[in-house]
């Protein structure tokens, strides 16, 4: 099964609405262009802490998914912390995926 979360990610890449690393996404975030922080699981806690803090006091949603290879996989880079998706429709999909485990709403799950 193909990953929908990661592929949404990699649709917002190719629009030019994702900044990725823990310096960008704050910087997003502080700028209130930030729809959605993703969180790789396996990030520090101290990272986890400074973008939830900091996305929580500017209202920004926080999501945990995926890995810091995964996210550099996608982007084509070097591993990243954390992906922030700077499109308020992108967003929004992503967080209904990540809440119903990789299914929308309503779709059949092909049973």
């Given at each position: 099964m193909t990953d929908r979360v990661l592929s949404m990610i990699g649709i917002a890449k190719k629009a030019g609405k994702v900044c990725s690393g823990t310096f960008l996404s704050e910087d997003a975030i502080r700028?209130?262009?930030a729809f959605l922080v993703i969180i790789a699981k396996d990030s520090s806690q101290g990272t986890r802490k400074v973008l939830t803090d900091k996305a929580t006091y500017y209202g920004a949603p926080v999501a945990v998914y995926g890995t810091k290879e995964t996210f550099g996989s996608i982007l084509g880079c070097n591993e990243r912390s954390a992906v922030t998706i700077l499109d308020?429709?992108?967003a929004r999909k992503i967080q209904q995926?990540?809440?119903f485990g990789g299914i929308p709403n309503g779709e059949d799950q092909g049973q």
């Open positions: 700028k209130g262009k308020e429709g992108i995926l990540i809440q």
